[in-house]
């Protein structure tokens, strides 16, 4: 079981919640589950709804797109936050490499998350308005 401090330092790293104080980022961990996955487990599949965000404790997983793999991910990495987002497709498959221990924040939970605490979502939205391609 990860300790707190570190779940909430591996949240830290992820872009999207860049702009969350640590008080936001304890309140956020709180709302994320420690699941451990076996090898060869399908965690995200291209095309179909998205539903969690998943930051890598242990373990590597493949990113695949049109059945090509692109790209592997180790603890630390991230996955998923468009889906917490937005209602578009997967645009890829993430399948285990080796046994994976992350920490799960589904989209529920993080919608619920949001309502009840606008300064986070304000901040939320600050960090997904900066990735936004400039066209300028």
Do not use: W, Y
């Not at 570190?6 to 949240?11: Q, T």
């Not at 104080?21 to 487990?41: H, M, N, Q």
């Not at 059945?67 to 399948?95: M, Q």
């Amino acid at each position: 079981m990860l300790r707190s401090e570190h779940k909430i330092e591996l949240l830290r790293e992820a872009p999207l919640f860049s702009g969350c104080s640590r008080r936001d980022l304890v309140v956020i961990a709180r709302a994320s589950d420690e699941v451990d996955f076996k090898v060869g487990r399908v965690l995200i599949e291209e095309g179909a709804a998205g539903r969690e965000f998943f930051v890598l404790v242990e373990g590597t997983v493949d990113v695949e797109r049109k059945g090509k793999k692109i790209d592997s991910l180790g603890p630390g990495d991230f996955f998923g936050e468009t889906a917490l987002l937005t209602d578009r497709p997967r645009n890829a498959t993430v399948t285990t490499s080796s046994t994976v221990r992350a920490l799960v924040l589904t989209k529920q939970r993080f919608r619920q998350l949001l309502g009840q605490n606008p300064l986070i979502s304000l901040k939320v939205m600050k960090s997904v308005a900066e990735r936004l391609p400039d066209t300028t």
